[in-house]
């Protein structure tokens, strides 16, 4: 197992690139099994879970390739297939095959995921839902099988929580199913405008895009995609927070601002310059520096803060100069990295949903364990910013979904490096 070492304290200076968005990718790859034929995708970014994605469609007789960022699905011999335990514990996300294969084959099994770092995250929005148009749904031996007689029926659905693997799970189903599906209270993040967008590509009838009610009328058949992915407004949110938290100045390139409207906000809120071109975002000090002013945040869905840049926000505000209140209302258990930042000289009280961060003139560096994706680049930043040697373990979870994240960072002046723990 590698860790990750960084000797903190240096400002960060320069321009960086952003990738393509892994939870746009991975909706867009489950896409393609919808129509049989050669897919392109760009701007795929090259992660753990774009491979693990990939490999599970390989069980499916899906055949893909690598050519730098595009990658070719060619899902001409797709047959039936399951997604074993073994690839949905290390990514969630592998229940995106089930309402395609629902739809184009009558049948998938998926494992459960079963609970995760951040929470229960059921799935019973999207099993509900596939139910609805018609499908079987049968839970077993830790699997959730789902059969169809006959072709998917539209339906009108609501979900309980806009939930965005859910809404993009009933969309892929509605494309292929018969008659007019109308998915209420549906979650509207930037990756599902891109998935609805594919999918337009490919032939299928869909109104209401980036709208909270997505109209499908179903098609009986569609084409092969040629589609790209949308920059990852979650990867630009965190080279921007981190450039604030070591007080540097820098420019995120080939990202979309507009997707990151609420962060940007609450940065140019604690006092920083937050300059915005078409595919942008240049951050700068203040000309006084007055220091960092303390900034509250809620969690919410798409166009509210995102829970994925909770951690790393929260990170920048261990800095900040009064008490900073943040609230995680996604998901329930989501500040495991809270004790790991506490190391680095944090000063965080928990109560509930929410974390009291007190600002403190400087963190220093510490051992310290990555426990899940996002809260491992929040240990990033802090490790980034504070003083002296940090030492990351358990890195696999970044590799999740940051591609050449040490490339990157040193590419702006950090010093950072992998080892062999
Ligand atoms: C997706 C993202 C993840 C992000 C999250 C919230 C992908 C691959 N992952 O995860 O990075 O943190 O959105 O923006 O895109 N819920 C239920 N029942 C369900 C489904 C969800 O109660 O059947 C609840 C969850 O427990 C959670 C909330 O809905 O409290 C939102 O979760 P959801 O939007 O489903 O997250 P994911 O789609 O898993």
Known sequence: MDKLVIEGGKKLHGEVPVSGAKNAALPLIAATLLAPGVHILHNVPDLRDTRTMLKLMGQLGVQSRWDGAVVTVDTTHLHHGEAPYELVKTMRASVLVL???AARLGAARVSLPGGCAIGARPIELHIKGLEQLGARCCLENGYVDVTTTKRLQGAEICLTVPSVT???NLVMAAVLAEGTTVLKNAAKEPEITNLVDMLLGMGAHIEGRESDVLTVHGVSRLRPADCRIIPDRIEAGTYLLAIAATGGEGRITHCNPGHLAALLEKLRATGLVI?????????????????????????????????????????????????????????????????????????????????????????????VMATDLRASSSLVIAGLAARGRTEISRIYHLERG????????????????KEKE
Request: glycine share 8%; no cysteine; aromatic share 8%.
């Open 99 to 101: 309402g395609p294969l």
């Open 166 to 168: 859910a809404t993009e």
């Open 275 to 367: 300059e915005e071109s078409e595919d942008s975002v240049t951050i700068k000090q203040p000309a006084a520096a007055k220091g960092l002013r303390s900034v509250d945040i809620t969690t919410r869905p798409y166009p509210g803060y995102p829970t994925d840049l909770q951690a790393q926000f929260m990170a920048l505000m261990t800095l900040a100069n009064e008490e900073s209140t943040i609230k995680e209302t996604i998901f329930e258990n989501r500040f495991m990295h809270v004790p790991e930042l506490q190391r680095l000289g944090a000063m965080i009280r928990i109560e509930g949903n929410t974390a009291f961060v007190t600002g403190t003139t400087g963190l220093a560096g510490a051992k």
């Open 402 to 417: 940051y591609e050449y994240l040490v490339e990157k960072f040193s590419g702006l002046g950090a010093v950072i490096w």
